[in-house]
């Protein structure tokens, strides 16, 4: 296996090396499942045309995190196109796996695995990672060698397996850190500094982001070069999504969203699945001759193409759930402060006990600060066209199937979570003595 080069030595190996991670080769263990039939995808994603390049060749496909939400609906379109398609991951995915492709459970940081997994393949989508939302930001090792290892290993084997084209599912949090953007483009927002990133998910994306760019043009093993670009999209939603939905819909029942922060007209995007799943077939396509490999080392912003706030698009759930929209309004510096001092709660009692975060400092950011991008690269390059989808419809579908919430110990849930979040105020007065509220607020924000 190839060497670190230069720039990644002074990226990665300062991150991961330091902190004592090693990447594993062998310990996780590769398991082929085959086909299943029969098709039972409840996605009604349909190409619409934009097959185009995959129908004119003999495609196979691999897609790391196949198995999680995302990537199991790329893998069900792709294989509907008539790709050959394999679902890498090491959790199974939701449903029955489709006629044309098969399911390899392994991790991402199994050199071996994602090495056989590759042969004969001529696209590889890497959408695996970690750390998102959650306690996930809070595990720091495992974030870093997936995030930056896992991405090492996917390049490498690319270059080993003469797999011509690699479509990486980046995020704006590699430019958004706090920072108000405001309909940004590819061109005149930078990546946001490193040191300054508060989360080692943005981080490790961020230099994942960069590696797979600086990637495009290598040399493969066959003489021919690897065409790489990055799509990097905001929050997903759609039915069946387990991650965003399901997470505020317990805390708004919890009654932890019974109140506003940040700016009040502060706007983001989001990214309905179908949506996400076009942008990477054309993708794909772009990084082809017969696109002229338009794409070749290039970066996309990938959304709706409208801007909302947070508070006002998700007003379907707050109905549906039967709760009235919050108004009273709280300074975003003391939730900041808040989310600060329980993460910093979870670090120190971790070997005893674990303290899982309302909200991590940068979900806070998220919800306060416009950060809004424009697509007109993609709509222009690679011919994405994003289709009109309801947050509503999405609702339904969440209330018609999720499991009756067991409520036995709800008012003891509340009763120690109010506990836990007075505790972090009172360890924060003595944490900022010399420091006020708002000026920790302001000097973070800055």
Not at 138 to 155: A, D, H, M, W
Not at 168 to 174: A, G, L, P, Q, W
Request: charged share 20%.
């Amino acid at each position: 296996m190839e060497q670190f080069s230069a720039w990644e030595r002074n990226c990665v190996v300062c991150l991961v090396i330091e902190n004592g991670l090693s990447f594993c080769r062998h310990d996780t263990k590769y398991i082929p499942n085959g086909v299943v039939p029969p098709w039972r995808q409840t996605s009604t994603y349909n190409l619409n045309g934009h097959a185009g390049v995959l129908s004119k060749r003999s495609m196979k496909a691999v897609v790391t995190g196949g198995g999680g939400y995302f990537g199991y609906s790329l893998g069900c379109a792709l294989a509907k196109s008539g790709a050959s398609v394999i679902l890498y991951d090491i959790q199974k995915p939701p449903s029955e796996v489709p006629n044309g492709a098969a399911f390899i459970q392994a991790d991402v940081r199994n050199y071996d695995a994602l090495f056989a997994a590759c042969e004969g393949a001529d696209c590889v989508f890497h959408i695996a990672s970690y750390g998102m939302s959650g306690l996930e930001q809070l595990q720091r090792k495992q974030v870093e060698s997936i995030n930056i290892g896992g991405t090492k290993f996917i390049i490498d084997v690319c270059k080993q397996r003469n797999v011509p084209r690699l479509v990486y599912t980046s995020t704006i949090n590699v430019v958004f850190g706090g920072n108000h953007i405001e309909e940004g483009d590819e061109e005149t927002v930078p990546y946001f500094p490193l040191e300054k990133h508060i989360d080692h998910y943005s981080k490790t994306k961020s230099i994942a982001d960069q590696m797979v760019l600086a990637a495009n043009a290598s040399l493969l093993s066959g003489g021919d070069k690897l065409r790489t670009c990055v799509l990097r999209p905001p929050g997903i939603y759609g039915p069946q999504e387990q991650r965003h939905l399901p997470r505020i819909a317990r805390n708004i029942e919890r009654g932890f969203f019974r109140f506003r922060f940040g700016e009040p007209t502060a706007q983001m995007n989001w990214v309905h699945v179908e949506n996400l799943v076009q942008a990477h077939i054309l993708a794909a396509e772009a990084l082809t001759s017969e696109k002229n490999y338009i794409a070749s080392g290039q970066a996309y912003y990938i959304n709706d193409g409208e801007n909302v706030n947070l508070f006002e698009w998700i007003t379907p759930l707050f109905e549906k759930l039967g709760y009235s929209q919050p108004w009273i309004r709280i300074p975003t510096s003391l939730v900041y402060a808040a989310a600060t001092t329980i993460e910093y709660l979870h670090f120190t009692l971790r070997p005893l006990l674990e303290v899982s975060p309302l909200l991590t400092r940068n979900e806070v950011w998220n919800v306060a600060v416009t950060h809004t991008f424009r697509i007109d690269k993609a709509r222009n390059q690679l011919g994405y066209c994003p289709k009109k989808f309801a947050f509503a419809d999405s609702v339904d579908h969440f209330i018609k199937t999720r499991p009756k919430s067991q409520n036995h110990h709800f008012f003891l849930k509340i009763l120690l979570s109010f506990i836990a979040s007075l505790l972090s105020l009172i360890l924060l007065s003595f944490k900022f003595e010399s420091l006020s509220i708002m000026q920790f607020f302001k000097e973070n924000q800055h």
